[in-house]
């Protein structure tokens, strides 16, 4: 299992990665932060970033939260 922090923009005009530290991240997604939908997408990006399925990417804490901690079972 691996750990990573993300500090999520929802709503935002683009979307962008970028990659602060081994196990930190910044994302910005279009998906506004209703229904679950920026989460979805967060997911989907972490997963193609590190080529896992999507279901092997969950998010840990922090799912009402800007900043998350996601877990990847590798």
Same mark, same amino acid.
């Given at each position: 299992?691996?750990?990573?922090?993300?500090?999520?923009?929802?709503?935002?005009?683009?979307? #962008?990665?970028?990659?602060?530290?081994?196990?930190?991240?910044?994302? #910005?997604?279009?998906?506004?932060?209703?229904?679950?939908?920026?989460?979805?997408?967060?997911? #989907?990006?972490?997963?193609?970033?590190?080529?896992?399925?999507?279901?092997?990417?969950?998010?840990?804490?922090?799912?009402?939260?800007?900043?998350?901690?996601?877990?990847?079972?590798?």
């Amino acid at each position: 299992m691996k750990y990573i922090h993300v500090k999520v923009t929802a709503g935002a005009s683009k979307e #962008s990665l970028k990659q602060k530290s081994d196990d930190h991240f910044e994302i #910005s997604v279009k998906e506004k932060a209703e229904r679950n939908q920026a989460n979805v997408r967060v997911l #989907s990006l972490v997963a193609l970033l590190f080529k896992v399925p999507k279901n092997k990417v969950r998010i840990v804490n922090g799912h009402r939260n800007p900043s998350k901690l996601l877990v990847l079972d590798i």
